[in-house]
């Protein structure tokens, strides 16, 4: 590769970091129970997300927040839903072809070339997958559905405005991952990632807490993925 190449190369990548937008990850020392009941949740909440590739306002809202501990990341979301789709179905099932549902992308070294998706339903349904890209823009993809997160929890509470969704991850099955380059973060530890949600009401909507640029590949553009930053 000439070296004027291999410049410009890099230029693009720290233009697309640089801008990014930081999602804050804030630490917490208190006991975060997975039970779709926000009373143990003190964290602020970001949003509300918009269409996922130009930013348009959304029809029902939705906001996500996001904590961690030493073990865990945990993500909690809030979603307005007049007419919620979906049913209570076998874990890993495709429910992001049918259902209503909250999703998270995470791109724990920012290589953008495997990232782990989970997707949770109304009805607390829930599936973990590992992406691998084989292309330069991740335009293809080879997919893990065997994939498991040891530990998840996700739980989902119907309530009057629409749903809330909760979820756990631990930081220790992550560490198993390979060629993740998976570190267990601390304090300036900076992931890459996004927040999505699919709703399937009178009109589907494909959202995100971060919009992309490109109409290219869906919710798949890691290298237009949020920074997660890990907060005191």
């Known amino acids: 590769m000439r070296l004027t190449t291999f410049i410009f190369y890099l230029i693009i990548i720290f233009s697309k ?6 999602i804050p990850v804030h630490k917490t020392n208190k006991q975060i129970i997975i039970d779709g009941n926000l009373s143990d949740w003190n964290e602020p909440f970001l949003g509300p997300f918009v269409i996922h590739n130009s930013g348009e306002k959304a029809l029902q809202n939705t906001f996500v927040s996001l904590s961690w501990n030493d073990e865990n990341l945990f993500l909690a979301y809030k979603c307005n839903d007049s ?13 992001y072809n049918t259902d209503d549902l909250v999703e998270v992308f995470l791109n724990p070294d920012g290589d953008s070339q495997n ?6 339903n109304a009805f607390s349904t829930n ?3 590992l992406l691998k890209c084989i292309s330069p823009e991740c335009g293809g993809w080879n997919t893990s559905m ?14 009057p405005d629409g749903y809330i969704v909760e979820i756990k ?12 380059g998976f570190q267990r973060p601390k304090i ?16 589907t909507e494909y959202l995100a807490l971060q919009p992309y640029k490109s109409l290219k590949f869906g919710f798949h553009q890691p290298q237009e993925f949020a920074v997660f930053e890990f907060m005191e």
Do not use: H, M
Request: proline residues 1%; glycine residues 12%.
């Open 127 to 129: 599936y973990d997958l």
């Open 83 to 95: 007419q919620i789709i979906g049913t209570s179905q076998k874990r890993d099932s495709q429910i």
């Open 17 to 22: 970091a640089a801008n990014a937008q930081t």
């Open 169 to 180: 991850i631990p930081f220790s099955s992550l560490e198993k991952i390979v060629n993740g």
């Open 146 to 159: 065997g994939f498991d997160i040891k530990g998840l929890e996700a739980v989902s509470k119907i309530t």
């Open 188 to 203: 300036g530890t900076k992931w890459r990632g996004n927040a999505f949600r699919i709703d399937y009401g009178n009109k």
């Open 115 to 120: 990232y782990i998706e989970i997707g949770v």
